[in-house]
């Protein structure tokens, strides 16, 4: 599994298959699990964009809801505007311009929070993250034009498999690639020692920035799929427990483990809905779920990293 994630010639084919098997698969799915799998590959963007920021850099953000927040208002009312002028038949053909615009605003967005900020660490870090999460949830739910605290609401649905699946697949990819860099090393180092890294000749905090930057584009990817799924949004929805979710995710699947993360999104996704059965005791079971799995396996339900066997003398 790790090597898959390793080598871009076989990201690369996956993304063609996930696309090709999603785009013949759409029409035939029912359209209750069908909207669960979109829901699944959005949590994998979420969740593989974070853990380039938290895993493979070694920060500590709990701010990626405010990104994916970005990402949606921006992209929904693009898709609004348009509707009104252009009609919703030209729709399908900005929908990509409408996610990669939403993607820039909350890239920016990244490095406005990041420039500042990324030189804390730790504690000091995560606080700042979850403030900003925070003031961009308050701004949204305070702005007229944005819906103020009812949201938007008639967002034409766009967001189907290919779509979706494609997206995962280019993020998978991109962040991949990025890692497995020359420049991604970069990354690693800052995550090792940051101290080292400097006397190096590497700058910590350049590095930290290019990855929230990289993180916030994705998650805000991650929005605007979100937003032309459900068709409505509102301020409330990417409040902090969104982005503690995801963060759970992270750490359950493994920090720096893309393939790990991958699986802990699909399973924390899934849990939920197989414990509708028991509604009302739905959210106790899920928590309870959570805290036996991060006892159980702290270094992630998905981190399978053989320990070294000890030098013979």
């Known amino acids: 599994m790790s090597r898959i994630f390793k080598d871009p010639r076989l990201l690369l084919l996956i993304a063609i298959a ?27 963007i979420l969740a593989v964009s974070l853990n380039l920021i938290n895993g493979h850099t070694g920060q500590f953000s709990l701010g990626h809801a405010g990104f994916m927040s970005v990402g949606a208002y921006v992209s929904a009312m693009i898709t609004l505007a348009l509707q009104k002028s252009i009609g919703p038949a030209a729709l399908p053909w900005a929908f990509l311009p409408a996610l990669v615009a939403g993607g820039v605003v909350a890239a920016l967005a990244g490095l406005l929070v990041g420039v500042p900020s990324l030189r804390l660490k730790g504690d000091y870090l995560a606080i700042v993250t979850l403030g900003f999460g925070e003031i961009i949830r308050v701004i949204f739910q305070n702005v007229e034009a944005a819906g103020a605290a009812s949201g938007l609401s008639g967002i034409p649905r766009l967001t189907g498999l290919t779509w979706t699946f494609t997206l995962v697949a280019v993020t998978v990819y991109v962040v991949g690639c990025l890692v497995n860099s020359t420049y991604g090393r970069g990354f690693i180092a800052v995550h090792d020692d ?10 910590p905090t350049r590095y930290k920035v290019t990855a929230f930057v990289i993180g916030a584009f994705f998650a805000g990817i991650a929005g605007g799929l979100f937003a032309h799924h ?51 005791y739905r959210m106790i079971i899920y928590a309870l779920l959570i805290i036996f799995m991060m006892i159980a396996r702290p270094q992630g339900l998905f981190n399978f990293e053989r320990k070294k066997k000890p030098l013979a003398h």
Do not use: C, H, W
């Open 18 to 44: 996930g696309a090709v098997v999603a785009g013949l698969s759409a029409d035939k799915m029912n359209p209750y699990y069908s909207g669960v799998v979109i829901d699944i590959g959005i949590a994998i």
């Open 194 to 203: 940051e101290v080292a890294a400097s006397s190096m000749g590497l700058n």
């Open 230 to 280: 459900k068709t409505s949004i509102t301020p409330q929805v990417f409040d902090f427990m969104k982005s503690f979710e995801v963060v759970v995710m992270v750490i359950l699947g493994g920090m720096g483990r893309t393939a790990g993360v991958i699986l802990a999104a699909i399973l924390l996704t899934l849990a939920p809905e197989f414990l509708r059965a028991v509604a009302e």
